[in-house]
């Protein structure tokens, strides 16, 4: 499934697959986003905060970068989260 993701603070629309972590599908857009491990998970520099909308689960590799406050509080790995419903997401 697709789904429209606006990423602030640019305003830019993109589309997204549920398939395609939110990285990949940010950095098919053009918009640049640090990740210096290639999308594995282990270097943790592709934070995003997830605004409005609903995605996957924290994943395992997301636990070693990120507290449970940070997780409540929106706070993802682009490569470790895929969307599963239109989005609004702030890349820092």
């Known amino acids: ?38 999308g594995i998970g282990v270097c943790g520099l592709c934070r ?7 995605t996957s689960e924290i994943a395992l590799e997301e636990e070693d970068h990120l507290t449970v406050e940070e997780f409540e509080a929106g706070e993802r790995l682009a490569c470790q989260t895929y969307p599963q419903s239109d989005l609004t997401i702030s890349i820092p």
């Open 1 to 38: 499934m697709e789904y429209n993701i606006t990423v602030r603070p640019a305003d830019v629309e993109i589309k997204a697959s549920d398939e395609e972590s939110l990285l990949d599908s940010i950095q098919k857009a053009g918009i640049e986003i640090e990740s210096d491990c290639g």
């Open 48 to 54: 995003i905060h997830i605004l409005e909308g609903k």
